[in-house]
């Protein structure tokens, strides 16, 4: 009985030990670090990308996001989409140009400058931030915008204003956006504007003491040390104080609609999928029933029209191509020479014109407008040798293609009869009388009814008499 209480002390105790290390253990084991990575050109994909993760990583209250980048730039509004969650998430983001090798250029350089806390692995690079097409300013960004004198309205520093208008328009408003940034994190804002005017660049140690940077990680494991008891402030003005030593790294791949994405919106692609459309739907129109070129044509059409929707097109570009598909349609059903070679210039023109940006990764690849244009070239030539030939060949249809066929006779009373010939049964005249089943020739065709004479007797020398 002793024995048995000693032991019920005993596990008592055991249990109240266990109880009271949990929660400590607990709340080290709950400092999750997550890590998103952008690799290659930003688009449309990688802002749906960031926005999921950065959701993901708010409904799991994960200690801090670490976003890695390894980009030549990409498309400025999907750029400003990932800088706005990134200014709106509850979740501090650590930006990590990594692994060495890496660079964030361009669009890559106002995303980091838009992070909590800036890093770079060793043999990294940052910079050649010179816009290509910018668009309006991120909702609830603090920053001034250049007025027409060229001087900023918060700083008042004199911006140099390039000649054209356009570009002076781009430039500086990319200027006070960078700036706004730059100041909003407490980094270089003379390199900043550098970055964007002059397309500067700065290695990983140059970065780091012109304070573009806050540091210099070997690894993420190395980074969570070196930010562990950091600072920052967050959305809606909140500080946070950063605990990430002992936090767990995971990662957050990306979701099958970000992939999808990914794929549909590389602008080749696109192009391809458009052209895959249009002309499985031609094919379906040519030869109704056929039904697989028309499924096929009608979801690639409209993943076509999907991706070009999230894409900067010039969309008289897109009405130049559709009037040169419209014009080889036409010269398929009724061929000429005129309507086919322009609607092969009027296609090459509208795809030469079809995307707006230069944007790195983001550009329509010689190679797919020349095989198009190739394709069309064959297409059209067939169509000419087909026109051609038919030019030359027998004629096919009417009394002249009747005329000289053999016909054998069903019946037959006075003038009047039926025969039968190209595998039809004729209502026949002529001026003879004929027996059933004798084989006659058709002189002419009047009407529907056949005109029809006695077939030449064949001689014996290959002629007929």
Request: aromatic share 6%; net charge neutral; glycine share 10%.
């Amino acid at each position: 009985m002793q024995i048995l209480r000693a032991a019920f002390v005993a596990a008592t105790a055991v249990v109240a030990v266990l109880v009271s290390i949990r929660p400590g253990a607990a709340e080290e084991n709950s400092r999750l670090a997550l890590t998103i990575s952008i690799d290659g050109a930003i688009g449309p994909a990688s802002a749906s990308y960031v926005k999921a993760a950065l959701a993901k990583a708010a409904e799991r209250r994960a200690e801090i996001v670490v976003l890695r980048l390894n980009t030549p730039g990409g498309l400025n509004t999907s750029m400003r989409e990932i800088i706005a969650d990134v200014l709106a998430s509850p979740v501090p983001v650590i930006g990590y140009v990594a692994p060495s090798g890496a660079h964030a250029a361009s669009a890559g350089t106002y995303i980091l400058y838009a992070t909590h806390v800036a890093a770079m692995a060793p043999g990294t690079n940052i910079g050649a931030a010179t816009p290509v097409q910018i668009g309006g300013p991120i909702p609830g960004l603090p920053g001034g915008v250049p007025d027409k004198d060229g001087k900023d309205k918060k700083d008042g520093d004199r911006q140099e204003q390039p000649k054209d208008t356009l570009t002076a328009k781009s430039t500086n408003d990319a200027v006070a956006f960078i700036r706004s940034l730059a100041e909003l994190r407490g980094r270089n804002v003379e390199w900043a504007e550098k970055a964007v005017r002059e397309a500067a660049t700065l290695s990983a140690n140059g970065a780091l003491q012109a304070n573009v940077i806050d540091l210099i990680a070997r690894d993420p494991a190395d980074l969570l040390r070196q930010v562990d008891g950091r600072v920052v402030e967050i959305a809606g003005g909140k500080t946070q104080r950063l605990a990430t030593k002992d936090a767990m790294l995971e990662a957050i791949d990306p979701g099958w609609i970000s992939r999808l994405l990914a794929v549909i919106t590389d602008p080749n692609v696109a192009f391809i999928l458009l052209m895959v459309g249009i002309y499985g739907l031609i094919f379906e129109f040519m030869t109704p029933g056929t039904v697989a070129p028309g499924i096929v044509g009608t979801i690639c059409l409209l993943l076509g029209l999907y991706s070009l929707n999230l894409l900067p097109i010039n969309y008289a570009g897109f009405a130049l191509m559709l009037v040169g598909i419209a014009l080889l349609t036409i010269e398929a059903f009724n061929p000429t020479v005129v309507i086919g070679l322009g609607g092969i210039v009027a296609f090459v023109l509208g795809a030469l014109m079809l995307f707006r940006v230069e944007a790195p990764g983001y550009t329509l690849s010689w190679w797919v407008i020349g095989t198009t244009v190739a394709v069309f070239v064959v297409f059209f030539l067939a169509v000419l040798g087909a026109l051609r030939r038919a030019a030359k060949g027998p004629v096919r249809i009417g009394a002249q293609a009747m005329h000289g066929l053999s016909a054998e006779v069903l019946d037959w009373s006075g003038t009047m009869g039926h025969v039968f010939t190209n595998g039809e049964r004729w209502q026949a005249r002529g001026t003879e009388a004929f027996k059933s089943g004798e084989t006659v020739e058709v002189a002419n065709m009047i009407d529907l009814t056949l005109v029809v004479q006695r077939a030449p007797v064949p001689t014996g020398e290959g002629g007929t008499a």
